[in-house]
C-alpha cells in the first residue's frame, strides 16, 4: 500500500521561510513523479511544484516560481519543498502526490498525503 506522509508544516511569519517533506512508501518511489499542491480554505486544489522521478525536470506555479524549489532524494524516499519569502497568500494546507508521469495536473495524481497546515501571518 503507497503511503505519503508530509511533515514540516508550521505557523511562519511574511518573509519566513519553511521546509516541507513527505516520506513515501509502498511503490518504487525512483519510478514516479512527485508533485505538492495546495488548498486554501473555500479554495479549489491548486498545483504547486512538481518533479520527474529523476529530478531533472521540476515545474512550478507562477504564484511560487522564484520562491520555492521543490526537489528530491530517491535514496530517502522523499520529496521535498522549500518555501522561501512566503506571503499570508500561501497560508494553506500543503498535499504531496505521486504520479506516473510529471504533471501538473491534479486528476493525473492518484495517490495523496493527508497534507500539512502552512499559516503565513502578516
Known amino acids: 500500500q503507497v503511503q505519503l506522509v508530509e511533515s514540516g508544516g508550521g505557523l511562519v511569519q511574511a518573509g519566513g521561510s519553511l521546509r516541507l517533506s513527505c516520506a513515501a512508501s509502498g511503490r518504487t518511489f525512483s519510478s514516479y513523479a512527485m508533485a505538492w499542491f495546495r488548498q486554501a480554505p473555500e479554495k479549489e486544489r491548486e498545483f504547486v511544484a512538481s518533479i520527474s522521478p529523476s529530478g531533472t525536470i521540476t515545474y512550478y506555479a507562477d504564484s511560487v516560481s522564484g520562491r520555492f524549489t521543490i526537489s528530491r532524494d530517491n535514496a530517502k524516499n522523499t520529496v521535498y519543498l522549500q518555501m522561501n519569502s512566503l506571503k499570508p497568500e500561501d497560508t494553506a494546507v500543503y498535499y504531496c502526490?505521486?504520479?506516473?508521469?510529471?504533471?501538473?495536473?491534479?486528476?493525473?495524481?492518484?495517490?495523496w498525503g493527508q497534507g500539512t497546515q502552512v499559516t503565513v501571518s502578516s
Open positions: 502526490a505521486s504520479a506516473r508521469y510529471n504533471s501538473a495536473k491534479t486528476t493525473h495524481y492518484d495517490y
